[in-house]
């Protein structure tokens, strides 16, 4: 989500078993002489199992594993760190903002909507979960309104808001 009022992006990753993340991309920041660098493939707060992905030997994924170790400090191997990890993974999908600083992310796996805001010094406060029990697969919010793409039904949810 590109919030044009704070000229950030918002953005949505998902880590593997665990380590959903949302990361604040400061938009003056991008093309400068350093790159940024939110760490993926070198760092989440998620696991990777050996079991996780199909492979006909998994002792390969192993072996990878003891020689590229997934990290769990993002600040501490030179990399940003996320507003924040799920842990376990919420399968997280869209985020798009509701008011000034208050914003909502979707989940597919959780079937939830996260509500929560950013301080001053662009900090993730206040964070609120709302069970929907279905996947959420896209959101949108308009004239006070937030529309819920819905997956399993095929479906609109709206929630007004005063």
């Known amino acids: 989500y590109f919030d044009k009022e704070n000229n950030f992006i918002l953005e949505t990753e998902h880590g593997p078993q665990g380590g959903d993340e949302i990361n604040l991309i400061e938009v003056d920041k991008i093309n400068k002489d350093?790159?940024?660098n939110y760490g993926w493939p070198v760092v989440s707060a998620g696991e990777i199992s050996i079991h996780q992905y199909e492979m006909p030997e998994p002792s390969l994924l192993k072996k990878k594993l003891e020689k590229y170790p997934l990290y769990k400090s993002h600040i501490k191997y030179g990399f940003i760190e996320p507003l924040k990890s799920f842990v376990p993974s919420i399968g997280i999908s869209n985020i798009?903002?509701?008011?000034?600083?208050?914003?909502?992310?979707?989940?597919?796996?959780?079937?939830?909507?996260?509500?929560?805001e950013l301080n001053n010094d662009n900090?993730?406060?206040?964070?609120?979960?709302?069970?929907?029990?279905?996947?959420?697969?896209?959101?949108?919010?308009?004239?006070?309104?937030?529309?819920l793409f819905l997956e399993s039904t095929a479906s609109i949810g709206v929630i007004t808001f005063n």
Do not use: A, G, H
């Open 96 to 116: 798009t903002k509701i008011t000034d600083n208050k914003y909502v992310v979707s989940s597919l796996r959780d079937k939830s909507l996260y509500f929560f």
């Open 34 to 36: 350093e790159p940024l």
């Open 123 to 147: 900090k993730l406060i206040n964070l609120e979960r709302f069970e929907i029990l279905e996947r959420i697969r896209d959101l949108i919010f308009k004239d006070n309104k937030l529309y």
